[in-house]
């Protein structure tokens, strides 16, 4: 049985039945953040089974009133810098109507819990600078913002994470 928070929330890992609701999650993600581009859900598909299948990285879910309300995507990953592993947040995303309910700290606590486990440094996420609501959520949390994170967007169809 899944850990339940006093509000009847569960976390636990993503099943290959869940890929439906999770990308409705995504979906809702990126019309938020305004994104632009047609997801490609077969390729997504694909994605979500590897990371199923894999040892470094998961998806953790988040079930209220028998539906998923919330995702994270983690990776953990070693650099020649540090002889010690680190983990990345990569997604975390709340339904609209489920924010404010503690659901994202649980997922946080889970990534937590799973950089400790795996002897991790520490935990690194990014935050689009037009999100302050999620920004100081995160410092709240004990985040800290250390670094810089520059992107460089590329047209090749070949690095296009899954999008049509």
């Given at each position: 049985m899944a850990p339940r928070d006093r509000n009847?929330?569960?976390i636990r890992l993503g099943q290959p039945d869940d890929f439906d609701e999770i990308f409705d999650l995504i979906l809702e993600l990126r019309a938020r953040l305004r994104e632009k581009g047609k997801?490609?859900?077969?390729a997504l598909d694909q994605i979500f089974r590897r990371f199923l299948g894999s040892n470094d990285k998961c998806v953790y879910v988040a079930e209220a009133d028998a539906s998923l309300v919330g995702l994270m995507s983690i990776a953990v990953g070693e650099s020649?810098?540090?002889h010690k592993p680190w983990l990345e947040i990569h997604e975390l995303i709340i339904k609209d109507d489920y924010r404010s309910r503690g659901i994202g700290r649980l997922l946080l606590d889970e990534a937590t819990g799973r950089a400790r486990e795996r002897g991790c440094a520490c935990i690194s996420l990014t935050a689009d600078v037009d999100n302050p609501r999620a920004i100081k959520f995160y410092r709240e949390y004990g985040f800290d913002s250390s670094e810089i994170v520059l992107e460089k967007e590329l047209e090749n169809e070949a690095t296009d994470g899954g999008l049509e």
């Amino acid at each position: 049985m899944a850990p339940r928070d006093r509000n009847g929330i569960s976390i636990r890992l993503g099943q290959p039945d869940d890929f439906d609701e999770i990308f409705d999650l995504i979906l809702e993600l990126r019309a938020r953040l305004r994104e632009k581009g047609k997801p490609d859900k077969k390729a997504l598909d694909q994605i979500f089974r590897r990371f199923l299948g894999s040892n470094d990285k998961c998806v953790y879910v988040a079930e209220a009133d028998a539906s998923l309300v919330g995702l994270m995507s983690i990776a953990v990953g070693e650099s020649l810098y540090d002889h010690k592993p680190w983990l990345e947040i990569h997604e975390l995303i709340i339904k609209d109507d489920y924010r404010s309910r503690g659901i994202g700290r649980l997922l946080l606590d889970e990534a937590t819990g799973r950089a400790r486990e795996r002897g991790c440094a520490c935990i690194s996420l990014t935050a689009d600078v037009d999100n302050p609501r999620a920004i100081k959520f995160y410092r709240e949390y004990g985040f800290d913002s250390s670094e810089i994170v520059l992107e460089k967007e590329l047209e090749n169809e070949a690095t296009d994470g899954g999008l049509e």
